[in-house]
């Protein structure tokens, strides 16, 4: 089946610094959902982006289906910011396949 | 954006007894919701996919008759742990497609904590 591989599992920055993180996939997709889990839990989605360029305040994401690649930028960080980073794909059921998630800790 | 409820939030349960979970998609309609399990520093894990009018189909090793689905109505799917023991003790989540497209809405999540 598809594999799905984020990077770096774990990234630690000072508040206001950038951040790139990224999402690899081992097969064509039809969808591709970047999420924020906050520290209690909840799933926010954060892009519904299976190709291009989409924007939403500091935060934008990249995806390049032909390379089987989506990149997340996190610009000016916030220490709200912090928690884990979730990409999922889906090939045409529905069913989502998750990366392991990429926890990130914004310092003060 | 579209918004799902979990309920409760959060259980402890005594080993042995049964507990329901709620998800509900409130302002749409949904024929198919995903009952997730997420374990501690872990990504989710999909344990069965609930459709509505029809009996769920559960992934690979989840036990049926432990984890009871019923997708009562386009709105509402619950999820039963039965005989519960610790080993259930987990972060359950539910999601749901919006139907428009394949973009998928998340539950809060139930905790739950079986003594």
């Known amino acids: 089946g598809i594999q799905v591989e984020q990077s770096p599992p774990d990234l630690i920055l000072q508040e206001g610094a950038n951040s790139t993180l990224r999402c690899n996939f081992s097969?064509?997709?039809?969808?591709l959902q970047w999420f924020h889990q906050n520290p209690w839990g909840q799933l926010i989605n954060l892009f519904y982006?299976?190709?291009?360029?989409k924007q939403n305040g500091r935060l934008s994401a990249t995806t390049v289906a032909t390379e089987r690649y989506s990149l997340l930028y996190i610009s000016s960080s916030q220490t709200t910011d912090s928690g884990v980073y979730f990409c999922?794909?889906?090939?045409?059921?529905?069913?989502?396949?998750w990366g392991a998630g990429t926890k990130l800790i914004i310092k003060p | 954006g579209a918004v799902v409820s979990q309920h409760p939030s959060r259980v402890i349960c005594k080993s042995g007894t049964s507990v329901k979970i709620e998800c509900r998609s409130l302002?749409?309609?949904?024929?198919?919701m995903f009952w997730y399990r997420q374990f501690p520093k872990k990504s989710l894990m999909l344990m069965a996919t609930?459709?509505?009018?029809?009996?769920?189909?559960?992934e690979q090793g989840v036990e049926k008759d432990k984890f009871l689905i019923n997708h009562a109505s386009l709105t509402l799917s619950t999820l039963t742990v039965t005989s519960a023991h610790p080993e259930d003790s987990s972060f359950y989540i539910c999601?749901?497609?919006?139907?428009?497209?394949?973009?998928?809405?998340f539950g809060p999540g139930t905790r739950l904590t079986v003594t």
């Open positions: 097969d064509s997709v039809n969808n």
């Open positions: 999601s749901a497609p919006s139907g428009e497209s394949y973009e998928q809405y």
């Open positions: 999922a794909v889906e090939q045409g059921n529905y069913q989502l396949i």
């Open positions: 982006i299976p190709s291009g360029t």
């Open positions: 302002d749409f309609q949904a024929t198919t």
């Open positions: 609930s459709n509505e009018g029809s009996k769920a189909t559960y």
